[in-house]
């Protein structure tokens, strides 16, 4: 690590991101207190990381995990709940509505040897939420998980948000992060090269993506009129422009100039596109 400076706001859901190696499992086993930074200063909720108090308040689902198998899904939550300080009570009421928020409604009593991939994941969400705890870390919660699974996770981090939770996400799924997160922090060798809200990241010009039946030296001038030309590849130019509006004028123009229109599409800066930016891939990793 390199002197990583980040800070989560609370009821916030934070993507932290980054290549294999750039730091990232490490910066939250440090704010979980399973390893101790050299140098440099850590806290959850104002306290330093290894103050039982504060780490009573933090859920955590790692990236590979493995529970006992033979417990069933609903005595793996009794057991998890009981470490928390959970009452009897409580747990009885909150057990059945955990596993509901999970999709795991009526399999609570199949033992976890019995659980799909996907089902496994799961129940780690489960208990990593079971005793309603501040913050909750999420390390790769959707990789097991088909895309109707995925959405569900997507759904119940929104969920835990509305509810005032802390999410702090490590995904290598940039597509899931820009659907859910708050805010980001762009990791890279142990530094944060790129972090804020996703519509400051992400709020640069829009994008024209034209495909037209030919492209030459007229076509190119035309544009110039309305853009910057970012790309050409084949019958198709990636055009910035100021506002997404010039779509009609410039569409009007091609037509009166001769050419075929096949397509206009507007599109921003994706996440993905800005995270390939930052952290290009070096002969050293």
Sequence with gaps: MHG?????????????????????????????????????????????????????????????????????????????????????AERRARIPRVLDMVGLSGRGGDRIRSYSKGMTQR????????????????DEPTSALDPVGRREVRDLIRSLRARGMTVFLNSHLLSEVEMVCDRVAIVDRGRVVRSGRLEELLGGLPELRITVDRIDEPLLELMTHHGRVQEVREATIVLEVERVEVAAQLSEALVRA????????????????????????????
């Design 4 to 88: 990583l400076d980040l800070t989560v706001q609370p009821g916030e859901v934070f993507g932290f991101l980054g290549p294999n190696g750039a730091g990232k499992t490490t910066t939250v086993k440090i704010l979980l207190g399973l390893v101790a930074a050299t140098s440099g200063d850590a806290r959850l909720f104002g306290k330093p990381v290894g103050d039982a108090e504060a780490r009573r308040h933090v859920g955590y689902l790692p990236e590979n995990f493995r529970f006992h198998d033979w417990l069933t899904g609903f005595q793996l939550l009794e057991f998890h709940a009981r470490l928390a300080g959970v009452g009897v």
């Design 123 to 138: 129940i780690g969400l489960a208990q990593a939420i079971i005793h309603e705890p501040d913050l909750v870390l999420l």
């Design 258 to 285: 001769g050419y075929c229109l096949y397509a206009m599409v507007p599109s921003h800066q994706s996440l993905e596109d800005l995270f390939v930016s930052l952290v290009e891939p070096t002969s050293d990793r």
